[in-house]
């Protein structure tokens, strides 16, 4: 069996990958471009979902499996994969520590005044007189209530805080005080704290948060995107800051990216404007390659065991 | 009964304690210099605990009772109030949510660049080659298994961290993995990714952290002071990083407080200074006071639930 990753992979996890299954020819390139020459003959696809435009897939023909490293699979080719009954399977739940932690940072950043800080420290100012808020107690409203907004309520709940979790059936899921679906959610954001959204990019997501939700929140909430930008539109969240109809917005995550350098979002001051990159860790590779490596073993018997397999009609 | 407060009080905590004890004869000042009058007729006394001098202790006489709402009670003439049998309580226990949440803040920016963050949102750099760790997993040691140990702890196991915590006795303490002594804390320091200093000053930790403590650390180690300063020379944890036996020192506290502009710490690229501020929280007089008032009851009856007193013979 020939398996071809156009994702560049770490050699340790090539040698890995070699070592834990040494009947399958592994060819491993750093680009789609140096992937070409493989398509035809390749049966599985290891990628990271963005470079495989319904072009590439028309010149693979022995092809069963898509394995996307990476959580975020909306620029794959969903009609075409359809068609062709290839199976999808996504690497969903590996960002769930390192974006966990980047909502808390970013709770703690804005509550305890991390820049002022900061600013201090530069400046050498010894001063106690600084307003701090905390996090402990408060309320937390997450869009989003698989594996990562799972984590992020867990971590919620040892800071005491109350969490309210947002799907589309409603259906209670751990460490959420209350499940609501996505109908009831504008009734419940005059009373939370904090709203994160972790909500990937589809149909049903696009334009998800309105400016009427913001101003549904009570004027010192902070909103958080860690999910997809296009699931708020830049102008309604830039307005609900400047109109303080919210108090502040963390976004790493934006509908074009990179944010063009002359975006108003990068000068506003109750803005925080990161690079994409909550999703950051060290262990991603592995991580991610560990899913691959379980779901390998179970397709090479009976398939049963798969997991994260990716609805293509749906496209999540 | 006389209560002299010589701490600033917000004037809806003054009224709260009007409306709960209205037998009682309130006596609200602004400063211990403001107090001097009423320390004669005062039985009670509110303080910050800085302001009681022993020449100003030697000013009451009918004292029986000095409510210290802070946690350190470091300044206190503790050999006067002994020997007058003065009863002390404190307001320990209340620091538990700020000072843990900063403790979590401070692991983050370190292992996830706050600075460069901020450096990169104020130049407009988008990009996403950012080294990050998570905190997730990792091991924490605290020294000090109080009320502030142990939530810090509790938050810790929700991110999967390995607990050590390191007191007098080493007896089991709730959220801790593992409880050592004093003494067995060098041995163990090797298998730490952080450690955190919650100890107050008392004659057994001024110095407790000392230069083979840090030597003994791995490289990568953050080390965390929200205790006291003086649980550390400045010139060991100075050395340590600049030497690189350890990775990060976050210092919150001082030997000598404010720190001075032209200390080394301020400009040390390895070392986050904040001003004594892991404490702060808009809560402070409602959780002191709460404290206050449940004692009060109780010291109004028969004494018996008094919580947070003193030993004025041991100093904690």
Known sequence: MNILSSAALPIENRKKLNKTFPEINFIFC?????????????????????????????????????????????????????????????????????MSEYVFFMMMS????????????????????????EITGKSLL?????????????????FQMKTIGVSRSGKTVNHFDKNITHKEMKTHLNEVDFVVSVLPST????GFFKYEHFEAMPNHAVFINIGRGDAVRAEDVLKAVQEKEIYHAVLDVFETEPLSSDHP????????????????????????????????????????????????QKGY
Do not use: C
């Open 30 to 98: 750093e680009s789609i471009e140096e992937a070409k020459d493989h398509l035809s003959t390749a049966e599985i696809i290891i990628t990271y979902g963005d470079d495989l435009s319904e072009n590439i897939l028309n010149q693979t023909s022995n092809l069963k499996w898509v394995m996307v490293i990476a959580a975020g699979i909306d620029k794959l080719p969903f009609e075409a994969l359809h068609k062709r009954d290839i199976l999808v399977t996504s690497a969903k739940g590996i960002h769930k520590a390192p």
């Open 110 to 133: 804005v509550y305890r005044q991390g820049k002022r800080l900061i600013e201090n420290e530069k400046n050498k100012v010894w001063t106690r007189d600084i307003q701090m808020e």
């Open 142 to 158: 997450i869009a989003g209530t698989g594996v990562i907004g799972q984590e992020i309520a867990k971590v919620a709940k040892a």
């Open 203 to 206: 149909s049903g997501t696009q």
């Open 265 to 312: 979002f990068w000068e506003e001051e109750n803005i925080t404007v990161t690079t994409h990159l909550s999703g950051v860790s060290p262990h991603y590779f592995n991580r991610a390659l560990e899913i691959f490596s379980e779901n390998l073993k179970s397709f090479q018997e009976d398939g049963r065991e798969l997991v994260n397999i990716v609805d293509t």
